[in-house]
Nanobody
């Protein structure tokens, strides 16, 4: 069955960096777009970054542009989110998600499978 397993979250001071990983299994990884979402307490889940099956023209939310980088290693069935210059407002649970196709979309409803989430806490 499809599995998405996130790792790499934790507690970091403002200005610091973290790299999230999402290991995928149970499907042909190269056929699908992947996304990273986040959800803070009391807020809706929002798309942070997404990448097509081929890894070109990634999408970033305005709030993370220039600080976060999404990438994928199709040989390892893994998608990454490098997060630099972290801010307290980046604190959230981060989720990896698989799209329905090779192209990405921005709504959570456009993603079929989800990981369990990994907590990121940025202290000021």
């Amino acid at each position: 069955q499809v599995q998405l397993v996130e790792s790499g979250g934790g507690l970091v001071q403002a200005g610091g960096s973290l790299r999230l990983s999402c290991a995928a299994s149970g499907f042909t990884f190269t056929n699908y777009a992947m996304g990273w979402f986040r959800q803070a307490p009391g807020k809706e889940r929002e798309l942070v970054a997404a990448i097509t099956w081929g890894g070109v023209i990634p999408y970033y939310a305005d709030s993370v542009k220039g600080r976060f980088t999404i990438s994928r290693d199709n040989a390892k069935n893994t998608v990454y989110l490098q997060m630099n210059s972290l801010k307290p407002e980046d604190t959230a649970v981060y989720y990896c998600a698989r799209g329905y196709s090779g192209s990405y979309y921005r709504s959570p409803s456009d993603y079929e499978y989800w990981g369990q989430g990994t907590q990121v806490i940025v202290s000021s």
